[in-house]
């Protein structure tokens, strides 16, 4: 059984920045797409970040672009989302999520973590 879990949430100001950690078990971590989204309270989901299992490709939400970077390393079964220039409107619970499939910013992930909350403060 495939399980992640997020660390590195917290409270920052506005123009901090956070480092979130996603830790792989259970799978080939090599072998899955992985992602990170996130839930603002009354919002629904939304897609942050992709890459491809190799690292060589990477996807981001137009919101996020230029200020946050999504990273892996295979030997260490872990995924990084390196976030800058927070913003109050990144405020959410951001979630780790790992796929063998196609998708790539769409919602159907085989994996999801628990999730880890970020709080930036104007």
């Known amino acids: 059984q495939v399980q992640l879990v997020e660390s590195g949430g917290g409270s920052v100001q506005a123009g901090g920045s956070l480092r979130l950690s996603c830790a792989a078990s259970?799978?080939?971590?090599?072998?899955?797409?992985m992602a990170w989204f996130r839930q603002a309270p009354g919002k629904e989901r939304e897609f942050v970040a992709a890459?491809?299992?190799?690292?060589?490709?990477?996807h981001y939400a137009d919101s996020v672009k230029g200020r946050f970077t999504i990273s892996r390393d295979n030997a260490k079964n872990m995924v990084y989302l390196q976030m800058s220039s927070l913003k109050p409107e990144d405020t959410a619970v951001y979630y780790c999520?790992?796929?063998?499939?196609?998708?790539?910013?769409?919602?159907?992930?085989?994996?999801w973590g628990q999730g880890t909350q970020v709080t930036v403060s104007s």
């Open positions: 890459i491809s299992w190799s690292g060589g490709t990477t």
């Open positions: 999520a790992a796929t063998r499939g196609t998708v790539v910013t769409g919602q159907a992930y085989d994996y």
């Open positions: 259970g799978c080939t971590f090599s072998s899955y797409r």
